[in-house]
């Protein structure tokens, strides 16, 4: 039996030998609603979300915003759902912001980031008249200048800094180390904020970071706060321009098997906020940006058992869907934990992989567990975080449908693909 609550949505549960999520059978979401299946747990959004909020509430002696990165789940429903929470939006395209609009959002509530905006992608946001945009190179700065001063308004600004702190997590989501697309380093940073100092349309609000995904160690961030807390006095000192904001980014780890053990979102606000208190005499806003801690642990997916078989050298389990809704197995090896509804019969190890043409399409590359029947259902935990927003369509395959589900009523938040969708706009 699995030990780790921090795996499962704060609703699901096992009741008279049926397991239930949000109130309602799994079984039944599964026939109602067909597999492949995403849901997310409300409660558990909700819950994660005034985490955040308290624990910056408790420990921050400074104002601060929480931001959602909304690339971990771009889903008009849960971006309701954070708004209602207090929480303001980091988006990283054109097509982020448009979904966060669509949502109903306050533009002023809104972040622009990423390496490599386009001018339509500038122009988008500056026309939103969105918050802010995060500058992440002096190419960047020049389109701003142009978009500017043709529109005659004003915009917002952070600079992206590079910390130069290693975190022990995969290197496709490391972000703050010397050799990164993200950012500038921190001389670059200095020189660009002083450029600023007599631009009409630009305001400087403050200072960006991010090093990384998947983050477990809470020292990585206070090495950041202090990388933070020099640049910032330095900017205040020796520019002499004010300093309103800094962000430490995103990145908070979560757990994804028994094994995992991540850092409270409590400890990381306390932790951070105390390395500020003591060394940085100014006010300012702290900014912290979640993604994956808010919706990982939300969200589960509900697979059926469609062949099994063994090849002597291994035995082999496969499910109705895969790489083309869970494609972070096989593009950096992320790991995932496997509850088996059908649990009465012999355990065997086996690999539990997906219906693609690929190889590499292993959604758990070991799994004790009661052998399934053919049509058992399987779920697969913490899957709140980047499986929706990095579909694809390999194999032509449809896109599952997106349930919420709160104390016993489910509801359609992304209605499951038809295959016309498959050829929408081509000719």
């Known amino acids: ?101 669509k949502a109903g959002i306050n533009p002023k509530k809104i ?48 600079i992206r800094i590079i910390p130069n702190i290693e975190v022990n997590t995969h290197k496709s989501i490391r ?25 009409p349309f630009i305001k400087f609000k403050g200072i960006h970071s991010h090093i990384g995904s998947q983050i477990y160690d809470l020292n990585a961030y206070i090495k950041l706060s202090e990388v933070l807390i020099k640049v910032g006095l330095e900017i205040i000192k020796e520019i002499g321009i004010n300093l309103e904001e800094m962000s430490i980014g995103g990145g908070l780890g979560i757990a994804y098997t028994p094994q995992d053990m991540p850092p409270s979102i409590e400890d990381l606000a306390k932790f951070v906020s105390e390395s500020f208190k003591k060394n940085f005499p100014y006010s300012f806003t702290l900014i912290c940006e979640p993604g994956r801690s808010l919706v990982g642990r939300a969200g589960i997916t509900l697979y059926r058992v469609e062949s099994r078989k063994n090849i002597n050298v291994r035995n082999y389990v496969a499910v109705d869907g895969g790489m083309s809704d869970n494609i972070r197995p096989t593009l950096y090896g992320a790991k995932y934990t496997a509850l088996f509804l059908n649990e009465y019969n012999e355990k065997k190890l086996f690999r539990l992989v997906g219906k693609h043409c690929e190889s590499g399409d292993i959604l758990i590359q070991e799994v004790e567990a009661p052998w399934p029947n053919l049509g058992d259902l399987v779920v697969i935990l913490s899957t709140g975080a980047y499986n929706f927003s990095m579909f694809n369509w ?34």
């Open 1 to 101: 039996m699995l030990m780790n609550n921090e795996l499962f949505p704060i609703t699901m549960k096992k009741i008279n030998g049926n397991w239930e999520i949000g109130g309602i059978s799994i079984s039944h979401l599964a026939e109602k609603y067909e597999t492949p299946l995403y849901i997310l747990d409300k409660k558990t959004l909700i819950n994660q979300a005034r985490r955040y909020i308290n624990s910056w509430s408790t420990h921050s002696h400074i104002p601060f915003k929480v931001l959602f990165a909304v690339k971990a789940l771009p889903i008009l429903e849960v971006i309701r759902i954070f708004d209602k929470e207090r929480l303001n939006f980091l988006v990283s395209t054109a097509g982020e912001l448009y979904i966060t609009r």
């Open 111 to 158: 972040y622009f980031h990423g390496n490599a905006k386009t001018i339509k992608e500038l122009e988008y946001a500056i026309e939103e008249d969105i918050y802010a945009i995060i500058v992440d190179n002096f190419d960047e700065v020049e389109k701003i200048k142009f978009l500017t001063k043709k529109k005659n308004r004003e915009i917002n600004v952070l």
């Open 175 to 199: 972000t703050g180390q010397i050799d990164t697309k993200f950012g500038l380093p921190i001389d670059d940073v200095l020189s660009l904020i002083s450029s600023l100092k007599n631009e």
């Open 394 to 427: 390999y194999n032509a395959v449809l896109r599952p449908a997106v349930i919420m589900v709160e104390d016993g009523k489910e509801y359609i938040v992304v209605e499951r693909e038809k295959f016309e969708d498959l050829v929408r706009g081509q000719k």
